[in-house]
């Protein structure tokens, strides 16, 4: 199994909250990514890093904000959690073509807004 | 908007038989498609792949077929064994922005003993 760790694994906050997602990685992958889940839409990207300090907005970004200091972390902020925000949310790595190759997936974040 | 759609929530068949899971896209810049597998609690993982200037990919009982014109992908199962039961997500993404890949809702196989 990929080196992937996700923490915490659970949690739940009540809304308007800040909640920070944290992300590591022991395969030294230049790409990391984080998914929400949810029922009917499949993963959705919501920011993705392509490098240490490198990031970028995916499809659904609005309402969070993500960090990488250090290659082997990446760190999904929300700044003021919604219950739209409940989700489960997956980070995800890959080399250096992208997501143009198979991504390895963390074990997921079970996210309540409450 | 859904670029990629699975159509079918969820699939029974019984074990030692064929299962036929089914995807389609609407994004014809897409060249590049994957299947991945997720288990309850766990993270998805991936299964197979298929470039765009292929039409078929296999592996072991896994194959993967890919008909640009319908803009549809399916992929087959062959035999079917319990511990295949799991939900199966279909992605596509395109060259030159491999960091945009877009997942389908996902479809429930169950195997049947």
């Known amino acids: 199994d990929a080196g992937i760790t996700q923490s915490p694994r659970h949690k739940v906050t009540e809304t308007g909250t800040p909640v920070t997602l944290r992300c590591h990685q022991t395969e030294n992958h230049r790409y990391m990514y984080w998914y929400r889940q949810d029922p009917g839409h499949g993963l959705r990207l919501i920011h993705y890093?392509?490098?240490?300090?490198?990031?970028d907005k995916g499809e659904v970004s609005d309402g969070y904000s993500v960090s990488r200091s250090k290659t082997e972390d990446f760190l999904l902020t929300l700044e003021s959690a919604t219950s739209s925000q409940t989700s489960v949310y997956f980070c995800?790595?890959?080399?250096?073509?992208?997501?143009?190759?198979?991504?390895?997936f963390g074990q997921g974040t079970r996210l309540t807004v409450v | 908007d859904q670029q990629v759609k699975q159509n079918s929530p969820s699939l029974s068949v019984q074990e030692g038989r064929i299962s036929i899971l089914n995807c389609d896209y609407t994004?014809?810049?897409?060249?590049?498609f994957l299947w991945y597998k997720k288990y309850p609690a766990e993270g998805p993982t991936f299964l197979i792949s298929?470039?765009?200037?292929?039409d078929k990919n296999e592996d072991g009982r896994f194959t993967v077929f890919l008909n640009k014109s319908a803009k549809h992908l399916s992929l087959h199962i062959v035999p079917s064994q319990p511990g295949d039961s799991a939900v199966y997500f279909c992605?596509?993404?395109?060259?030159?922005?491999?960091?945009?890949?877009?997942f389908g809702a996902g479809t429930r196989l169950t195997v049947k003993p």
């Open positions: 995800a790595i890959s080399g250096n073509r992208g997501l143009n190759t198979e991504a390895f």
């Open positions: 994004n014809s810049m897409f060249d590049y």
């Open positions: 298929i470039s765009s200037i292929k």
């Open positions: 890093s392509y490098g240490v300090k490198d990031t």
């Open positions: 992605a596509a993404s395109k060259s030159g922005d491999n960091n945009d890949m877009r």
